[in-house]
Each structure stands twice: as structure tokens, then as C-alpha cells.
């Protein structure tokens, strides 16, 4: 199985972009931060210095290690998916669950391989401006030199392994497991039951992210630092747990909009309702970094503004260090959003461009390019409609809980730019990547798209 999965690479590289892409800048992502323990390893670093980059380093490596992980499932769930008929051909002629478990799997270890090897470069360039960033900021020493070794780079090969290999696993182990009649219909449908096991994890982050809601309206006022690190996190594990609840979500909205969709938008409109109600499963793995971006975005950038807010009402006149911190914060968070970001246009462009047959299918059946068009229109208009409410509701975890601690109040007395800013780049991402894949897709002749 393992010379068929290298083959399956060497033949249809495209199939494989995205996934590959998202392991290329999760390791890029992850290599930066962990050498920073390498750097801070060296007998010359300072005490300070030492905690200061051995703090980022685990905490942001932590949260990247989860986003790596779930960002990577996301893409190879979807390649999955969309290649449900070759599963189901392959277990139709006699290969077992195993087998084709065992096929994915490989498929991912190759990629994730050669990602995170060719992520190095990028990685200490990163790395570098990294820590150029926390000099600048006092957090390090000027005389503190950057250095990439062996602690980044197994972390940064070994973890980008570990979560394709289990992200493989977990998207062949349905699919490998299924008969082999399910596995066909599944394939001609594109319909399926949502696992228990991930409703459970689904429960299980946003309980943990209410968790640690509640903790941070109880913490003791003094203590900012606990407070920001309480309540940030609380927005990424719901917004998570949301994630994962993607085509349960998207079909409760199309269930709500289905019907105005349709009378305001005719033929596109219905095209629209029936393509969500058949692909919630897929379009839910599109729908994931919608509401991750929204809702890491909006929680960790308000969370800053409050305490910015919180520190003028007090008439407190910021330091040299808290100006710095701030800094630092918003490099650390403007990472996390941006390969939110990247993760949804990569997404987005993958799901959209294996549509060629489909699209090509509705021409020859009547439907022309301009209403295959404003269906995809359409369903971006849902897919970021659900995306910015659901995202939304897990910035509330970091959000109210942070402005009660901070302030006592409820509603923070913020301006809203900052959650405009976040919706109106979600909104807009959405709806290029779609439409402009889809208006490339549809250059091809029908016929064509649909023998291919």
C-alpha cells in the first residue's frame, strides 16, 4: 500500500496541494517558535532572556501544535472526501480496511515529510525576525544571538509528522471501516452522519473553553498576565469545538435562509439549498476556518483593545514594558490569525476546484455558467453568514469574561472597527476564493469537465 500511495502522489499532485501547504506553514510556524529554545539553550543568554523565549516558545508552540493538528485534518479529511469513489473502488475490488487505512496514512507521512524539510528556510528566516521583534521589545537582550538547531527542527518534523499521521488516520477510519455499499453511496451522495467521536471532542473543547471562561471573571483583578492567558485561550477551544460542529451548523442555517434564498435568487438559489443540504460535509470542512478565524481573531484582538481601555479608564500611564508586551502580543496573535486566514483561502480554493464534474454536470443538464456562478456566490454567502455567527459566539468566551475581570462591566466600551475589520476580511476571502475558483473551473467546456 505504501508504493500505491506514492504512486497515487506522483500522479495527482494536485489533489494533494492543499494538505501539503498547510503542513509546509504549520512546520514553518512551528519551527520559528520552538528555535527559540534552541537560542535560548546557549551558556551566553541572561536568565530573563532564557524565560522570556523559552515562555513563547511553549506557550505558542502549545497553541500552534493544536491549530497544526486541526488545520492538517481539515485539508486531508477534505482530500478524503473528495476521492471517496477511488476508496470505494479500491475497497470493491478487494482491498481491506487496512489497506486503504494504511494508503492514507503513507500518503500523509511522505507529504508531512517533505513539507516540514522544505519548511527549514522559511523557518529560521522567520525565526529570526522573531526575535528581532522580542530585542526590539526589551523582552531579549541585544546581545542574544539567534540560533536554529536540533530542538526546532525535530519539533518542527516530528510534531508536523505526528499530526499528519493522526490526522490520516482519523479521516481514513471512517471511511476504511465503512462497507464497501456505504462507501459507494457516500461517495455518489457526499452524505454522512457526523461521528461520536467527534461530537464528544466537539463537547469537550467548549466545555473546557467555558471552563476556562469562568475562571477568568473569578481570578483576582491584580493579576493581568493569568487573566489575558485564561481568557484567550477560551475563545480558540470553543471556536474549535464550533469547528467541529461545522455541517450540523451549516445545515441549521440553510434550514433558516433556505427558503428567502430561493425566492430572492430563483434557479441559483435552489441549486444553492440542494448543493449545501447533499455537501454539508464537505462545505463543513470548508466552514471550519471561517469560524476559527472570526473567533480566535475577535477574542485575542478585543482582549488587547480592553485591556487598553481598562488601562486609560485607570488613568495608569503605560511603561516601556507594557508597550512592548502589547507589541508582542499582537505579533503572537497576528501569526495565529494569518495562518487561520491562509488555512481558509487554501480550503476554500481546493473544495472549489474539485468542483470541475459537478459544475459541468449542471451545464449539460441547463444551468448556465451564469447560474452556476451565483450559486457559488451563494454558498459563500452562507458559508460566511454561518462563519462570522458561530465565530462570533467563541470570541464571546474570551470577550465578556475578560471585560467582567477587567472591568466589571458586561459589554466592553470598544469600537466595533476591530470586529468589522474581521468579518468584512472573512466575507471577502470567502466569496474571491470561491467565485474565482469557480469562474476558472467554468473556462472548461462541460463536456469536457465532466469526462475528466
Known sequence: MMSLALRSLRHRPGGFVASFLVMFLGATMLMSFASMLDTAQHDAVDAGSEETLTTLASVIGGWGLLLVVFAVTSTLTLSVQQRGSDMALLRSVGATPAQVGRMIVGEA?????????????????????LLDVLIDTDQVLPAVSYRFGPVGLSMGVGITLVAAVLAAWLAARRTARARVAEAVAAAATGKRRLGKIRVVAAVLFMAGGINLGVLTMVLEHGKTAEIMQTAGS???????????????LIRGVTGLLGGPLQRFTGVSGYLTVQNVRRRADRLGTVLMPIILFVGIGTGTFYMQAIENAATTAEGITKTNEQRNIETLNFVVIGTVVLFACIMLVNVLIAATTHRGREFGQQRLIGA????????????????AVTGVLFGTIASLATVVPFTVARTEDVVPDTSLTIYLTIVAIAAVVTMLASTATARRRLRTPAVEAVAA
Do not use: D, W, Y
Request: glycine content about 10%; cysteine-free; charged content about 10%.
Open 109 to 129: 507521512v511522505v507529504l508531512s515529510v517533505l513539507a516540514s524539510l522544505l519548511a527549514v528556510p522559511g523557518a529560521m528566516f522567520a525565526g529570526r525576525a
Open 234 to 248: 477560551a475563545s480558540i477551544l470553543v471556536a474549535i469545538g464550533l469547528a467541529l460542529l461545522a455541517p450540523l
Open 368 to 383: 448556465t455558467p451564469r447560474q452556476v456562478l451565483r450559486m457559488v456566490g451563494a454558498e459563500g454567502v452562507l458559508l
